[in-house]
């Protein structure tokens, strides 16, 4: 089982970054898709999760309207559109797969945030 997380990188105040983690080992297609971020110093908090279908999605009120995230079932790809990114959105971001009995962290990608 894999989850594979990619697209951070450095990015100036009111930018954009799309985030992508592949899935291989599973069914994605029916698991939950969670993002979650840890800032430094902080707990690891939860962004926002999409359901198996893509049909639903729940993001965190703090990043509500910032955030996109959609899923691609075909490729096995699950993705998080950040817009308006501020310094303290900097952090390292996390994709969770969850389906039954299974619970799945991606290691995942550094977002810095910074001019």
């Known amino acids: 089982v894999q989850l594979v997380e990619s697209g951070g990188g450095l990015v100036q105040p009111g930018g954009s970054l799309r985030l992508s983690c592949v899935a291989s080992g599973f069914t994605f297609s029916i698991a939950d898709m969670n993002w979650y971020r840890q800032a430094p110093g902080k707990e690891r908090e939860w962004v926002g999760s999409i359901s198996p279908a893509g049909s639903s999605t729940n993001y965190s009120h703090f990043l509500k309207g910032r955030l996109t995230i959609s899923r691609d079932n075909a490729k096995n790809t699950v993705f998080l559109q950040m817009n308006s990114l501020q310094p303290e959105d900097t952090g390292v971001y996390y994709c969770?797969?969850?389906?039954?009995?299974?619970?799945?962290w991606g290691q995942g990608t550094q977002v810095t945030v910074s001019s």
């Open positions: 969770r797969a969850r389906a039954g009995l299974y619970d799945y």
